[in-house]
């Protein structure tokens, strides 16, 4: 699976690379098709607060997952409450079974 973290509005760390990566990467164990990974982290510090911003795709064949979360919090902490919308989505995803594309012989 191919993952990509890309920032906006800020440069990112090796130690938040890290940590971006690694709980990404237990992605992968609920939904055996995942293509790819796209990580978008924003900050927009217009306001007197900063705003944080992380939205995460994931591509699968023939589909993509978005989302994305905002917040006050740190990216890491929206990182987490992305993680855990994705695993819903590909749980729910994976009990549906598609019977045109799904269990037909190879050609």
């Given at each position: 699976?191919?993952?990509?973290?890309?920032?906006?509005?800020?440069?990112?760390?090796?130690?938040?690379?890290?940590?971006?990566?690694?709980?990404?990467?237990?992605?992968?164990?609920?939904?055996?098709?995942?293509?790819?990974?796209?990580?978008?982290?924003?900050?927009?510090?217009?306001?007197?607060?900063?705003?944080?911003?992380?939205?995460?795709?994931?591509?699968?064949?023939?589909?993509?997952?978005?989302?994305?979360?905002?917040?006050?919090?740190?990216?890491?902490?929206?990182?987490?409450?992305?993680?855990?919308?994705?695993?819903?989505s590909l749980?729910?995803?994976?009990?549906?079974?598609?019977?045109?594309?799904?269990?037909?012989?190879?050609?």
């Open positions: 699976m191919r993952k990509t973290i890309e920032t906006v509005n800020f440069t990112k760390t090796e130690k938040l690379t890290r940590d971006i990566e690694k709980l990404f990467d237990k992605i992968g164990a609920f939904h055996e098709r995942i293509l790819a990974l796209d990580v978008y982290l924003k900050l927009n510090s217009d306001g007197p607060v900063p705003d944080r911003h992380v939205g995460v795709r994931v591509f699968l064949p023939n589909q993509e997952i978005y989302v994305d979360v905002r917040g006050e919090d740190n990216f890491r902490g929206l990182a987490f409450q992305v993680y855990q919308k994705i695993r819903r749980s729910n995803l994976k009990e549906y079974i598609d019977p045109v594309t799904e269990g037909l012989p190879a050609v």
